[in-house]
């Protein structure tokens, strides 16, 4: 076991044993994530967990281009920002040349909106890269990774293909996250804790306040990874994020993206933000930033200052999903209320044919079976996506 161990960190220090290597595979539904090769029922669907599996159809979802809203993969139909387009064109002249320079500007200008020292930055193409390479770099010796289930499946899947054992704990009857539960969890062995918040798939969040404290104690024992790609999306009101504890010295790693509410999923931006320590322990393997495009960073760059387009795509974001929840409650159906760019809600129908039913009908959505019981998860569009999707789940429905 020790030889095989020592093996797998060879590789990964000599680059022979990347992402591909781990098996990491496109959805075949055309979904956000890049995942792991998960296990599959009898039926073919993807299991999670035992509480949890994602329902999937005998043939791949259709080509975006066929549908008439594509609606699973929490994409931001306004993006990116015409700003960051712009300056997306303007430098893409420039893409014979390396970046680093231009990274590191974007770097000291994230530090400065976050309220920390550009040396508590890392970034990658896009924060699901940097959850893996995470989970890839803190499991080399095997431990034990603690989160919620359901939540995002990114960082577990790859820390359980390193050597990584999973311990889940179910969220609460309100969603949202069970932090004693996870703190009980926590053993000699647990290497990370994981939450998301708001959390993906059911899009709802745990308390900022409770969430402070957890991350503040807990993070004195274990790290603790707070993936808030959503974060913008929720309102002023209860928006927190878990940034301010790194200047308190917490050993806490968050995420942010420019795929949600920047609109550049296709562009490949992220960040996490960490003590220098953590970052320095992940770049002796890995190299944050590398796989970032010359113009991607400039349009990244442009993004950030664009608050009328940001404040814009966040209404939009927050219309189409009202939208969604008076179209449930015309049609008698119950939601889980999100904080999020998509709307998890219930349906009576078995996952694959409903899936079936809705692609045949031009609308490309995600199914999950949680607790034995069917979801749909839809993401937000534009409004005129979000009304064929009303008008399609009302004909399945029926």
Not at 45 to 65: C, G, M, Q, R
Not at 82 to 108: C, I
Not at 171 to 192: C, Q, V
Not at 304 to 322: I, V, W
Request: hydrophobic share 40%; proline share 5%.
């Amino acid at each position: 076991m020790e030889s095989t161990k020592l093996n797998r960190r060879d590789w990964l220090k000599s680059g022979l044993l990347s992402i591909g290597g781990l098996a990491i595979a496109p959805h075949m539904s055309f979904g956000e994530t890049p995942r792991v090769f998960p296990n599959t029922d009898k039926y073919g669907d993807f299991l999670y967990s035992p509480f949890f599996k994602e329902h999937v159809t005998n043939k791949p979802f259709a080509e975006p281009k066929a549908l008439l809203a594509k609606l699973n993969a929490n994409e931001n139909p306004h993006g990116p920002s015409p700003k960051a387009l712009e300056a997306f064109k303007d430098s893409a002249v420039k893409g014979n040349r390396y970046a680093w320079r231009e990274l590191f500007d974007l770097m000291e200008k994230i530090a400065e909106k976050e309220g920390v020292a550009a040396e508590n930055i890392m970034m990658g193409p896009g924060s699901s890269d940097l959850l893996e390479k995470t989970g890839m770099v803190l499991f080399l010796d095997g431990g034990n990774v603690v989160s919620a289930d359901p939540s995002y499946m990114s960082l577990i899947r790859v820390a359980e293909a390193t050597g990584a054992s999973w311990k889940r704990v179910p969220l609460k009857n309100d969603w949202s996250h069970d932090l004693d539960g996870m703190e009980k969890a926590i053993d000699a062995d647990t290497k990370l804790v994981y939450i998301c918040n708001p959390n993906n798939p059911t899009g709802t969040i745990t308390d900022g306040k409770k969430l402070e404290d957890f991350c503040s104690r807990v993070s004195d024992k274990v790290p603790v990874f707070i993936d808030e790609a959503y974060l913008d999306f929720m309102p002023n009101d209860v928006q927190k994020s878990m940034v301010s504890l790194i200047n308190k010295g917490k050993n806490v790693i968050i995420a942010r993206t420019f795929s949600k509410i920047h609109g550049m999923a296709g562009l490949r931006v992220g960040y996490v933000v960490a003590q220098k320590e953590m970052l320095d322990k992940l770049q002796k393997i890995t190299r944050g930033g590398m796989g970032i495009t010359y113009p991607s960073i400039y349009a990244a760059s442009a993004s950030m200052d664009d608050t009328a387009f940001l404040e814009k795509s966040k209404k939009l974001n927050t219309e189409s999903r009202e939208h969604v929840y008076a179209s449930l409650d015309a049609m008698g159906m119950d939601y889980v209320k999100s904080y999020t760019s998509f709307v998890l809600f219930p349906i009576e129908l078995e996952g694959k044919a409903f899936l079936k039913m809705m692609t045949e009908q031009g609308v490309g959505v995600r199914s999950f079976e949680i607790h034995g019981k069917n979801y749909c998860r839809v993401s937000m569009g534009t409004m005129e996506e979000m009304k064929i999707f009303s008008k399609a789940l009302k004909k399945v429905i029926v």
